[in-house]
């Protein structure tokens, strides 16, 4: 289980290294590259054969998702210069246009190896006759192998050894960086696994992600419009986290894109002639 674990390990710190760099709409929109991926990887090695409305999905996704690119792009861009003419600033201090490639490339990359992961789980869950809880504890036994070499290893890629001393677990301590939303993407991430895990074995991959794609405009709701609004207790919830976040400009053309990037991974799913 331990190359399953690496692959999903990686998968998952790439996705946070993305985050630094995008905001969460961006990446969850771009993470249904998995699904075409996925139907290509299925068809090439596991001899699984999809239909015409099937594979017309898969394309459309990848074309939606292409446009989404060069269309936010262009959004953003526009709003940052508009920022800067507001505020006076001189050309020399704007910041670059458009998303940033190297977040791209790694959520590319975490797509890669979450499909790979993903794939070998599937293998795994059902060719293995154990209970559920059985394989999920063997999982997660692997990912904390190698979660904990990580965090024991990353000292020594650095340059110097006053950084090496700085960086090392055993000084700063295992939880450090941790605070309130760290705890709460625990929290949550302990069910979303789980039932994540259930899917895959009763049914498939394919359908998990399938079913994940229908978050996708949702969470790209959340980063359009301002979270402080709302009720009282919301409004609370959300500055107890922290401050919050400053919504991303609104564009009809890219909310049009990430609708089109869920309903074609959504009309997957209806052809039920997969064989």
Wanted: aromatic share 8%; with cysteine; proline share 6%.
């Amino acid at each position: 289980q331990l190359p399953v674990s690496g692959c999903l390990c990686l998968s998952k710190l790439l996705l946070v290294m993305a985050l630094g760099r995008l905001d969460a709409g961006t990446v969850r929109v771009f993470g249904q590259a998995s699904l075409p991926l996925v139907g290509v990887v299925s068809a090439v090695f596991f001899s699984k054969r999809y239909t015409a409305q099937q594979w017309c999905s898969l394309v459309a996704i990848s074309i939606a998702l292409v446009t989404l690119y060069y269309v936010k792009a262009e959004v953003q861009s526009a709003h940052l210069r508009k920022k800067m003419e507001l505020l006076e600033a001189p050309p020399s201090e704007a910041p670059p246009p458009g998303l940033d490639v190297v977040g791209v490339f790694l959520i590319l990359a975490s797509i890669c190896f979450n499909c790979l992961g993903a794939l070998l789980v599937e293998k795994f869950l059902k060719g293995n006759q154990s209970r559920l809880h059985v394989q999920k504890s063997q999982l997660l036994l692997g990912e904390v192998v190698i979660n904990a070499g990580l965090i024991l290893a990353m000292p020594f890629f650095q340059p110097t050894a006053e950084l090496r001393h700085a960086h090392a677990p055993w000084r700063r301590g295992f939880f450090a960086g941790w605070d309130g939303r760290t705890l709460l993407c625990v929290v949550v991430w302990i069910p979303a696994g789980w039932t994540t895990t259930m899917l895959v074995k009763r049914c498939s991959n394919l359908l998990k992600t399938i079913a994940q794609s229908t978050s996708s405009v949702l969470t790209y709701v959340f980063t359009i419009l301002p979270l402080s609004c709302g009720p009282r207790f919301w409004s609370y919830l959300v500055t107890l986290l922290g401050p919050p976040l400053d919504p991303e400009p609104v564009s009809g053309s890219v909310v049009l894109l990430a609708v089109a990037v869920m309903l074609s991974a959504l009309s997957f799913g209806t052809d039920r002639n997969t064989r």
